[in-house]
């Protein structure tokens, strides 16, 4: 198995990407090498610096960085030695099973879509992110923050990724799942919500069981979450604040320790014909060790395929 990794993506790049990489290179299993995108010469500097052998890792020379302010879609055609466009290429042509970047996340949206593309039948991909629950398990939400706006065929499609991810990542059993709205009741909310539910009411692609507030989003009730990008960024936004603030006040927690964005790394885009891992712009070493070890569950679980058996 190769992991592709944007090392020139994110804000202390590549710092922060190698010694993350390092470290996920000390817990992956053998048969799964991380393949280094980006500056190779500064890249073997750093890790020989470390003492470690530059030899565990493989690495693809890349001339081109896509900054965080540039227009996505623009510089994915201009800047086709960049190491995002360049990982995009190595994952069409098979030579990796999953690419990882916390650079440019519109260009990473654009490389998905032109490059990879969407599993036939999905109308919009998605991005999710995790709920830890008061009991110790995890519940996601989606979408968070690529769709703004959505009909109510797109956010019946979020149920079906979202629970397809739930069941064969995080292995929860016909997990629940419910559409993030103001009231239980079928009637309650705007008048896509009002007709989502009515897709999703009868729905033999997953496990529905109706409405859920924002009440519902750290209990057992329900284990995947649907709601439009807009909300979905909102709720994950006030979550990660609310962890910062707790941190502020200089107070330790074992449940809401478990907000800290590092626990988890990144996150997968579903609906598309292969794996790629998003990751925060502000990443810590940790932070992308961790989303290196997720994607190689990812890839395990042979998502993208798994959709595809759904959708066609």
């Known amino acids: 198995m190769k992991i ?45 610096g470390k003492n470690i052998d530059p030899g ?8 081109e960085v896509i900054e965080m302010g540039e227009h996505p ?54 991005i999710t992110s995790v709920l830890p629950k008061q009991s110790g398990g995890y519940g996601l939400i989606l979408d968070v923050g690529t769709n703004a706006d959505c009909k109510p065929d797109v956010l019946y499609q979020f149920g079906i990724l979202g629970s397809l991810y739930a069941q064969h990542v995080y292995k929860v059993d016909k997990p629940k799942v419910g559409l993030l709205n103001i009231g239980e009741e079928p009637e309650k909310g705007n008048l896509v919500a009002q007709a989502a539910y009515g897709l999703m009411k009868d729905s033999k692609d997953f496990n529905f069981i109706g409405n859920v507030e924002g009440r519902d989003l750290f209990n057992d009730k329900v284990d995947v979450i649907v709601c439009e990008g807009f909300v979905g960024n909102v709720v994950l936004k006030a979550a ?21 964005y590092e626990n988890y790394g990144g996150t997968p885009i579903l ?42």
């Open 73 to 126: 879609t623009k510089a994915f055609s201009q800047k086709p030695d960049s190491s995002i466009s360049v990982g995009f290429k190595l994952l069409k042509e098979n030579k990796m099973q999953a690419f990882a970047s916390a650079g440019n996340t519109g260009a990473m949206l654009v490389g998905s879509m032109f490059s990879v593309k969407s599993v036939p039948g999905v109308i919009r991909p998605c």
């Open 56 to 63: 565990i890792f493989e690495f693809v020379h890349t001339t």
């Open 4 to 48: 592709g990794f944007d090392i020139m993506g994110g804000d202390h790049a590549p710092i922060n990407e190698l010694d993350g990489a390092i470290l996920a290179a000390q817990e992956l299993p053998s048969h799964v090498k991380i393949v280094l995108i980006g500056d190779s010469e500064a890249a073997k500097k750093h890790i020989t």
């Open 240 to 260: 990660e604040a609310f962890y910062r603030l707790i941190k502020k006040r200089d107070r330790s927690d074992e449940y809401f320790d478990r907000f800290n």
């Open 271 to 312: 609906g598309i014909n292969s794996n790629v891992m998003i990751a925060h712009g502000i990443s810590s070493p940790l932070a992308f060790k961790n989303m290196l070890l997720h994607t190689k569950e990812i890839v395990d679980a042979n998502l993208p395929e798994k959709i595809k058996n759904v959708f066609n």
